[in-house]
């Protein structure tokens, strides 16, 4: 026996995931439980860019300092990818 959860719209049951190993007509009891589906909102990112949003307007007027941003040394030489034998 095997149980699976979902919720039932318009006469037709729809799987909270996938129905595995289930092949050929099957026997099947069903019980509708006297609770409201909760659906879980789908996060489209709003709430992400108006926390970002509002992190840009909070740190608008902040004072930068130069030791803030420490220089990086990265003990190699630059690479440099011009060709010397090309002449202008």
Do not use: C
């Not at 879980?40 to 902040?62: C, H, M, R, Y």
């Amino acid at each position: 026996m095997q149980a699976y959860e979902g919720y039932i719209e318009n006469g037709r049951f729809h799987p909270a995931g996938v129905l595995s190993s289930i092949n050929g007509r099957r026997r099947v009891i069903l019980t509708v439980l006297d609770e409201p589906l909760k659906m879980p909102v789908e996060d489209d990112g709003k709430a992400f860019w108006a926390d970002f949003t509002s992190l840009i307007a909070q740190s608008a007027n902040e004072e930068l300092r130069e030791e803030d941003f420490p220089r990086t040394h990265f003990e190699r030489e630059i690479v440099d990818f011009s060709d010397e034998d090309e002449q202008v």
